[in-house]
């Protein structure tokens, strides 16, 4: 059973050692890195910055028109399967209609 501290990276994966020179032990392919409270600070703060000063976000105008647009193609692209599905299934009965 292991008991984990706050830490991220830590198995017991490893490798053995090839060197005569040193013990039979193993080599963790994963060292363990502890979770640095002043790093994730500064990526949080950074990432609110980035949200808030430097992304450019669409005004109401463009996100409508926008919205039309995905939804024009949306119906268009429905349509263009339903009346596929309705032809594969007319070919199919044909087919089995042949067959009996």
């Known amino acids: ?3 984990y501290s706050i830490s991220y990276g830590c198995g017991s994966i490893g490798r053995a050692t090839v060197s005569k020179t040193v013990g039979s032990g193993f080599e963790s392919l ?3 890195k502890k ?3 002043e790093k994730l600070l500064a990526v949080l703060k ?3 910055v980035e ?3 430097k992304v450019t976000w ?3 105008e463009s996100l409508q028109a926008s919205t039309i647009v995905v ?3 949306t119906i268009i692209m429905t349509t263009f399967v339903f009346f596929m599905d309705l032809g594969a299934k007319t070919v199919m009965n ?4 042949l067959n009996s």
């Open 1 to 3: 059973m292991h008991i």
């Open 30 to 32: 994963l060292p363990c």
């Open 35 to 37: 979770l640095d409270m």
């Open 46 to 48: 950074e990432s609110y």
């Open 51 to 53: 949200l808030t000063q």
């Open 58 to 60: 669409p005004s109401w």
């Open 71 to 73: 939804l024009v193609a």
């Open 94 to 97: 044909l087919i089995y209609s």
